[in-house]
Structures are given as structure tokens and as C-alpha cells.
């Protein structure tokens, strides 16, 4: 068949090669996985199940239930001070739903996105989808991956439109402070840019405070928060996230949202609201299980010929530099899948910056994590010795 002009040069990622071939590699240690390796709670599935013999097995409103919109803005006022109303929440298909109706609903052809990288892959098809141009802004390792303002601000041109930021971060764990937060918010305010806040990992947090952009003075008209269950209630395969902000702009989210996807699965958003009222002891307890992982993970890197590796500050991941091996992230990837079968992915997938290093998730057990330490480490010390 001959696919549309646009899309007929389609190539899997490098992502999806790499996971592909470590899906071939028996006993595998698999750092490259995006998701918690938790289940769902089982009181989250029995709401789900209760829910569904209830009868919520019909479509459900457009926008998402009523009573899940105004949990979501009772968690955000307790949590983070962000004030918003049941008409400003949108119940999406996971967090990914909404940057990509986000950048419909906003872009006209040739509009730029500034996204503050190394950052999750989605984002540079989901801007060019849509008719927009990515512009990529570099964090840099001696800011702890943080952006800068002043970076943001000579990447901004006339056609600029929306900036991307996302806190805590894929692939780096990078935390943005308030001061930084801060001069950004000036930025915008500037510039008149509308800012995509990505915070689906707000609750997994080492370190530091989770600010909510739109929190801040004059941001919460101009800023959609993304929010999701996947990470923090391990809620993954039940693909439910959403999106707070500006009422205009949550209305045209909505409407274009009917021909895709309709509305989000009922007993998805049941579950999503018991989760929402009952898990924070759970999540609480996870992170500190998260906060052991990344801190014995980042030791043992540090202790590695060729690697240097900061402590993340939230979300599971590590960001290790891995320009002492002499390798670029690709080769080192492949190299390591084959001589330690270790799968991690490399850098260079969130975007050009993220050259010279690799993500590494700490979503496995300790055993499995110190079992892949080991591996890493002696392939290391065989190589460079
Ligand atoms: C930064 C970031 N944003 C959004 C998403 C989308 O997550 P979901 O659609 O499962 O909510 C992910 C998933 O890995 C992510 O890492």
C-alpha cells in the first residue's frame, strides 16, 4: 500500500529497535523500561470491577466524570496550591493525549515549539504531526539538566507559541526549582508563550519541591499541566491522564478529542478516582523504594571506569555520562546489550543533547538492579581496562 506523502518515510525509533532486540535476549536486565514495575494496587481493580457491575459500562461524558475532575482539583489545590474548577480538567487517554491535542488545538503550520531537552521521545513527532517546528533548547548536566531562562529566551523567534517543561523529568530527573520557575514565568510572560507543563511524575520526588508552573503569578492562563495515573498509581495499562488549564482552550482540546478517542474507558476513570482518594500512603511508600533504587544505582555507576552519574532529584530515572567509555550512546547501547545483556536506551533518543549519555530506569527490583549492576560493571572494567 502507499502510505500518505507525509508519512511514508516512517522508520521504527531506535527506541523501539533496541527493545525489540533485547526482547530476543534470554535473561535479560532490562533497565530500559518506562513504567513502574509495581501492579496496580488490587483495591484500585476492585473499585474498577465494582464500578463496571454498577453499570458504568456505558460511554461516558466527553470530558470526563464530573466527580474525577473535582478530585483532581481537590489533589492540585491540597498538594500544590493550583486552583482550577471541574470545567478546566479534561479526562485524556493517558498524559500523552494532551500535548498532541495541545499542539492541534494551538499550531498553525510552521509555529515553533520550544522543548527543553534531553526529553521524552513523543514529543518530536507529536510537534511535527501537528505542522509545528521543534525547537530544541539543551539542559545542561552542570545545571543538574535543568533549563536555563536565559537559554529559553534566545531560542524564542516570532513564531514561537508554546514551551515545553517538564518537572520532574524523562529521561533526567531533573527537579526545576522556584527561582528558575521563576525567571521562565518571566519568559513567557514576555514573549506571550504558552507553556506545556508535563508533571505526570510530580508524585515521585527525592528531593527539593514539586512546583506547579501554573502556580505561579500570571502562568495559569497561559499553561496546561499534564497530569496522569501511570506513574504514580502504577496505573500504566489503564491509560488515563489529564489535562488542567484555560477554559478556551480545554473546550477545543475536548471537541477535537470526539473524533479520536470519544472519551476515556469508564471503570478506568472509577478506579482513577478511588486511586486518587486512597493511594498516598501507597505512593509514599513507593517512593522511598524508588528514592533506595536510584541512590544505590547512581553509586554503583559512579564506582564504574567511564561513567559519571548524577543523583536523580525525581521521577525512577538516571542520566548517567558515559563519555569516558569512548563510546557514542547508540554504540554503547547495542555494545552492552551484547556484552552484558543489559538493555538501556540510549541518549541520544530524547533528542540531540542527550548525546554522551543513556537512560538507565530503576524500575526492577533491587536483586535484579545489583544483578545488572554486576554485569554492567565487569563488561566495563573488560573494556576499558
Ligand atoms: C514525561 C512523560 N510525559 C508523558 C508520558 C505519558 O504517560 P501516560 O500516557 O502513560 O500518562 C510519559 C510516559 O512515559 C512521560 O515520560
Known sequence: MKMSKRFSSLQPSLMLKIFQ?????????????????????????????????????????????????????????????????????????????????????????????????????????????????????????????????????????????????????????????????????????????????????????????????????????????????????????????YAIGPRDVIRVMVTLSIVKTFSVNTMAQKAALYALKTQDQKIRERNEIYRERVNYVAGRLNRMPGITCLKPMGSFYLFPNITGTGMASEEFCWWLLEEAKVAVIPGICFGESGEGYVRISCALSMDKLARAMDRMEEALRKRLR
Open 21 to 241: 532486540a533485547a526482547a530476543k535476549v534470554e535473561d535479560l536486565s532490562n533497565l530500559g523500561i518506562g513504567e513502574p514495575d509495581f501492579d496496580t494496587e488490587p483495591d484500585i481493580i476492585e473499585a474498577a470491577t465494582k464500578a463496571g457491575m454498577e453499570g458504568f459500562t456505558h460511554y461516558p461524558p466527553v470530558q470526563g466524570y464530573l466527580d474525577l475532575r473535582k478530585e483532581i482539583c481537590r489533589y492540585w489545590s491540597k498538594k500544590y496550591g493550583l486552583q482550577a474548577d471541574p470545567e478546566e480538567i479534561f479526562i485524556t487517554c493517558g498524559g500523552i493525549q494532551c500535548p498532541d491535542l495541545l499542539f492541534q488545538a494551538l499550531l498553525d503550520p510552521g509555529d515553533e515549539v520550544i522543548l527543553t531537552e534531553p526529553c521524552f521521545t513523543a514529543y518530536f513527532q507529536q510537534v511535527e504531526y501537528n505542522g509545528g517546528k521543534v525547537v530544541p533548547v539543551p539542559c545542561h548536566e552542570k545545571n543538574g539538566f535543568a533549563p536555563s531562562a536565559e537559554d529559553i529566551e534566545k531560542a524564542i523567534s516570532p513564531r514561537t507559541k508554546v514551551l515545553m517543561l517538564n518537572s520532574p523529568s524523562n529521561p533526567t530527573g531533573a527537579v526545576i526549582d522556584r527561582k528558575t520557575m521563576e525567571q521562565i514565568a518571566r519568559v513567557a510572560e514576555r514573549h506571550d508563550l504558552f507553556v506545556l507543563s508535563d508533571e505526570v511524575y510530580e508524585s515521585i520526588l527525592f528531593e527539593g519541591k514539586h512546583i506547579s508552573f501554573a502556580t505561579l503569578p500570571g502562568m495559569k492562563e497561559r499553561t496546561l499541566t499534564v497530569g496522569s495515573f501511570s506513574k504514580s498509581h502504577a496505573m500504566t495499562g489503564w491509560r488515563i491522564g
